[in-house]
């Protein structure tokens, strides 16, 4: 039994069963630290392989590199549709459903959703104003966990964690999680039981207050001071925090009750606690 430091929203995990054949290994990518841990033989090969997956999407997602699908999409803005990956199709489509489910609250276009437009047969997309741009920052890790844990998963791993701060997925059970306290960094607010399947994403002003811009005012949101989901779809759970956070603990719960297998722990700006699973507090 061990614990470990994941980062400054989710403090430790605890693995149930350890194992002899373990590797770890970190790397920077998508402007933070990803952290993959595989518990099985052959280890070193298969967390190399993951954190591959994970700088391959980091190419076709990033707004920073000239050279991605979204840099594409948005220079042609205006002007052309293009033709992207299934990934990045994938996960424009899953921001275009959130953005709908929240009424604006998600929107990847920062106001301008209704210039969004997808062909799914031909995997186009279109903005159709200049000056309009995509920016995936709000899902693309949730998205990029997921892939690097189907890639595990694909050969046959039994236990692992893909960690990158704000957004994690596990297989195996037992990984214990602790979400700080967004009033007191010294504080575990309480903890969270994650198993095969599950993944996490955490929306907060830990690191840079104000950061979390609301795009139907363009004002910083103020009405929450975190958002941890829990479902088993970690873009989902990436995109859904950030929307909750924004919309407030009131409208944030009436769409978590829309869906299945969904949880969440909402702390207002108040430092008032709501969640719909029985969040243990410490």
């Known amino acids: 039994m061990k614990i470990r430091p994941i980062h400054l929203f989710l403090i430790f995990f605890l693995i149930l069963a350890a194992s002899a054949f373990a590797a770890e290994k970190s790397a920077e990518v998508m402007g933070t630290t990803v952290r993959v841990e595989v518990a099985e033989k052959d280890a070193p090969e298969l967390v190399d392989q993951a954190l591959k997956e994970v700088r391959r999407l980091d190419k076709l997602f990033s707004r920073f590199d000239p050279a991605s699908e979204i840099s594409m999409i948005n ?25 709908e489910l929240s009424r604006g609250a998600f929107d990847i276009t920062l106001g301008h959703s209704e210039d969004l437009l997808l062909d799914e047969k031909t995997r186009k997309v279109y903005l159709r104003r200049k000056g309009i741009k995509i920016d995936l920052g709000g899902i693309g890790k949730g998205y990029a966990v997921d892939s690097a844990r189907g890639i595990l998963l694909k ?128």
């Open 75 to 99: 220079r042609l803005a205006g002007e052309d549709s293009f033709q992207i990956s299934p990934d990045t199709f994938k996960v424009i489509e899953t921001a275009k459903k959130i953005n």
């Open 155 to 282: 050969r046959g791993v039994k236990s692992a964690i893909i960690d990158m701060r704000s957004s994690i997925a596990v297989i195996g059970d037992g990984w214990r999680v602790g979400v700080l306290d967004p009033k007191d960094r010294n504080r575990i607010l309480g903890t969270v039981i994650l198993n095969n399947g599950d993944a996490l994403s955490t929306s907060g002003q830990y690191e840079r207050p104000g950061h979390i811009i609301d795009p139907r005012t363009g004002k910083p949101a103020d009405k929450c001071l975190s958002v941890t989901v829990i479902t088993q779809n970690a873009a989902l759970a990436d995109a859904l925090s950030t929307a909750i956070f924004i919309l407030g603990p009131s409208e944030g719960m009436k769409i978590i009750k829309l869906m299945k297998n969904v949880s969440v722990v909402i702390v207002d700006k108040s430092g008032k606690v709501y969640d719909n699973f029985g969040f243990k507090l410490r």
